[in-house]
């Protein structure tokens, strides 16, 4: 996906990069294109995840095809696992904090929320391409789901630990 702040940077126009000239406006700015940053990172998130979770439905119709419908309640859990996860993902709070907001997100923790971020991206490809290998006939599709589920359990995890940073609390 490269990096996003130098694509945001380099996609200014002529009267953006004049008005960061302005006292407290060039700040102001940073913070917002760091949150929209996040927001973008987060949309690419969810969506690797909502292409594994389709290719779980995908697996569905090739085990049922097959007739071995025993593994079809764990995958039927880790795709509501992963639709948890992916909902979190996108809609989650983004740094935004107002003028008279309780919680206050300064540029430090949005520096970390991007890394964050960043990792849950390396996370949800990584996700997408185990399930790409899953397969219906494969003698080992059991072992596969149960290191699915451990992974799903991890990013929602790490997205529990980036929760935590902007608010304090966790779920």
């Known amino acids: 996906m490269g990096d996003i702040g130098a694509r945001i940077e380099e996609s200014k126009n002529w009267f953006e990069k004049a008005a960061e000239h302005i006292p407290g406006y060039k700040g102001y700015k940073e913070k917002e294109l760091r949150r929209e940053a996040d927001k973008l990172q987060?949309?690419?998130?969810?969506?690797?995840?909502?292409?594994?979770?389709?290719?779980?439905e995908d697996?569905?119709?090739?085990?049922?095809?097959?007739?071995?419908?025993?593994?079809?309640?764990?995958?039927?859990?880790?795709?509501?696992?992963?639709?948890?996860?992916?909902?979190?993902?996108?809609?989650?709070?983004?740094?935004?904090?107002?003028?008279?907001?309780?919680?206050?997100?300064?540029?430090?923790?949005?520096?970390?929320?991007?890394?964050?971020?960043?990792?849950?991206?390396?996370?949800?490809?990584?996700?997408?391409?185990?399930v790409g290998a899953l397969s219906a006939g494969s003698p080992s599709l059991r072992s596969d789901l149960e290191i699915l589920d451990h992974k799903i359990d991890a990013l929602a995890e790490l997205f529990t630990t980036r929760e935590y940073l902007i608010t304090g609390v966790g779920r």
Do not use: H, P, W
């Not at 987060?42 to 389709?54: D, G, K, Q, S």
């Not at 097959?66 to 709070?93: H, M, P």
């Not at 430090?108 to 960043?118: K, P, R």
């Open 42 to 56: 987060r949309v690419y998130v969810a969506e690797r995840l909502e292409a594994a979770r389709r290719r779980l």
């Open 59 to 130: 697996l569905v119709l090739d085990i049922t095809r097959t007739g071995d419908l025993k593994l079809l309640s764990f995958i039927d859990t880790d795709n509501r696992k992963l639709r948890t996860v992916k909902d979190r993902v996108l809609y989650a709070d983004y740094g935004y904090a107002g003028l008279f907001d309780t919680v206050k997100v300064d540029e430090e923790i949005l520096d970390q929320l991007y890394q964050f971020d960043a990792q849950l991206q390396e996370e949800s490809r990584g996700m997408e391409e185990l």
